[in-house]
């Protein structure tokens, strides 16, 4: 399954390639962009844990960039 979310205060490209390496990491994601020019993530992850992948994103978003939202 393979969503698209806009980001809000996100202040850096630097902060993007980070969260973008980290969300690729958790287990259940396949694939995972972040664009700082647009503001948005694009998250690929297993259809039934979708809802735990993203809980686990929020969370690692918010360590890299604490000002970040993901509008869900």
Do not use: H, W, Y
Not at 47 to 53: C, L, N, Q, S
């Amino acid at each position: 399954m393979k969503k698209r979310f806009k980001m809000q205060d996100l202040d850096c490209a630097n902060c993007a390639a980070k969260m973008e390496e980290a969300i690729k990491k958790i287990d259940g994601v396949k694939d995972a962009n972040v664009s700082f020019m647009t503001q948005k993530l694009t998250v690929e992850a297993d259809e039934d844990r979708f809802d735990d992948v993203m809980a686990q994103i929020i969370k690692v978003c918010k360590k890299v960039e604490p000002d970040c939202t993901i509008l869900v």
